[in-house]
């Protein structure tokens, strides 16, 4: 059969080519003038496992970037909390607001004589800072974030105590605060202070631990302090930060000048650091 017809001087496909061209177009007809659908040519299995393979490793790459992008984010907050709830300025202030709480508590139990010092040490450490994610944002006033704070703040609280007729003195040593919650954060609509409270009440944890510096003390005495100071923190953030209730942070700059009360924070460490000479200088000759 020729492959191809010649009619009045032009040409014209074979019929072998009409039916090639048809099955390769998927245009063939049957009798009643219906499109009848023919089988395309399939990919062959390595051809599929090549095009997932690709679509595979795009997602891969897509997820890395994410995953960078939001590390990026976390760190940049946690950065922007550390500078305005732990600055060195707010922690002065915290370390002598815990310790006005500790004296007052430790001073209510009826063995203990004279609370000798509270030595608060909160450093503004930008390794230590807490790790916030954000949860949900509406507006600078209204926003949630997860929180977790392991932190490397530290009180040393000396005493003086009588039990049983028997003088004794210990060091207590509050360490290893750590807080886990969902924090509210809401800013002043002139961004002049910032409200902070927790929207429900966080997980808390803290490690007190007792070092008995003169004479004896039950193990039960040890115990009752440790506790107290548990409750104390834990009522506190209660009463304080746990919505309703919200702390305020004044973010207007304020005069270099030393207020009152850091004046008398100066002092007070400065008694402290004698009260310890001292201690150390009474132990020194007693080992002797």
Not at 5 to 17: A, K, Q, R
Not at 133 to 154: F, P, T, V, Y
Request: with cysteine.
């Amino acid at each position: 059969m020729f492959a191809e017809l010649s009619l009045e001087g032009g040409c014209v496909p074979s019929p072998e080519n009409i039916w090639n061209n048809a099955q390769k177009n998927g245009n063939i007809t049957n009798d009643t003038g219906e499109q009848v659908r023919t089988k395309q040519p399939q990919s062959t299995l390595e051809e599929l496992l090549a095009m997932e393979r690709a679509k595979n490793e795009a997602l891969q790459a897509e997820l890395i970037k994410a995953r960078h992008d939001n590390d990026e984010w976390v760190r940049a907050a946690s950065a922007l909390v550390n500078a305005l709830l732990m600055s060195p300025k707010q922690n002065i202030n915290y370390a002598s607001e815990v310790s006005k709480l500790l004296e007052n508590a430790l001073s209510s139990l009826t063995f203990v004589e004279k609370v000798r010092y509270v030595n608060c040490s909160f450093p503004s450490s930008a390794g230590k800072a807490p790790t916030v994610r954000l949860n949900e944002w509406n507006s600078l006033n209204d926003s949630e974030w997860h929180l977790s704070w392991a932190s490397s703040w530290a009180c040393e609280v000396c005493v003086d105590g009588r039990q049983f007729g028997l003088p004794f003195s210990t060091l207590l040593r509050v360490a290893s605060l750590r807080i886990v919650g969902t924090l509210k954060l809401a800013f002043a609509h002139n961004l002049s202070n910032l409200s902070i409270s927790f929207v429900s009440m966080p997980d808390t944890n803290l490690d007190v631990t007792c070092k008995l510096l003169i004479g004896t003390l039950p193990v039960p005495i040890q115990e009752t302090m440790g506790g107290l100071i548990k409750d104390v923190a834990l009522r506190w953030i209660q009463e304080n930060l746990v919505a309703p209730k919200y702390h305020t942070i004044n973010l207007h700059s304020r005069p270099t000048h030393l207020t009152d009360d850091e004046i008398e924070l100066a002092t007070k460490a400065a008694l402290i650091g004698e009260a310890r000479a001292r201690e150390f200088k009474s132990t020194r000759s007693i080992s002797r």
